[in-house]
């Protein structure tokens, strides 16, 4: 709303990255299958990146690169959270798995937004939008250099 774009658009953006995520989600399987862990991981990070850095590029001008970069939230998200809750579930002792699913959860949902919401905070009242998305970029950028290291 800072850039001039009206509560309707935003809703739209919301929808459009959600829309995105169901068939991610539905073939969950098949992608797991093709690009494992690692792949789904490594697709998150990409995703981010060019979604902070391009969040950085935006201008009320350039309102139709909302909609792209928003649909790369529905990539992000998804890619991220199936292979995340997967690999919990492998990982996880018999008997385990809800407390461990729930777990894994509160860590993203409590812990990393609320980390991200201080920090994001921090660097935009200090440095502004546009240096808070490329530090915020940097974040998963330097995670998928050493995740794709480590193939």
């Given amino acids: 709303r800072d850039l001039g774009f009206s509560t309707t658009v935003c809703g739209g953006v919301i929808l459009v990255s959600v829309l995105l995520e169901l068939p991610i989600f539905h073939y969950s399987g098949v992608l797991l299958a093709k690009l494992g862990h690692r792949g789904c991981l490594s697709l998150a990070y990409a995703s ?7 969040f950085g590029l935006l201008t009320p001008s350039r309102l139709p690169l909302l ?3 928003e649909m ?3 990539v992000c998200f ?4 199936i292979a ?3 690999r919990v579930r492998r990982l996880t002792p018999h008997g385990w798995p809800a407390t461990m699913q729930a777990l894994f959860s509160a860590i993203y949902d409590q812990l990393g937004q609320s980390l991200g919401v201080v920090c ?8 502004g939008a546009v240096s808070m998305f490329r530090v ?3 974040i998963p950028a330097s995670l998928l250099l050493a995740h ?4």
Avoid at 78 to 81: K, L, R, V
Avoid at 120 to 127: A, K, Q, S
């Fill in 120 to 127: 994001g905070g921090y660097l935009f009242e200090h440095w």
């Fill in 136 to 138: 915020a970029a940097a």
């Fill in 48 to 54: 981010f990146v060019m979604r902070l850095l391009g």
């Fill in 148 to 151: 794709g290291a480590s193939f």
């Fill in 67 to 69: 909609f792209p970069l």
């Fill in 72 to 74: 790369l939230h529905g």
């Fill in 84 to 86: 995340n809750v997967d």
């Fill in 78 to 81: 998804s890619a991220m959270w």
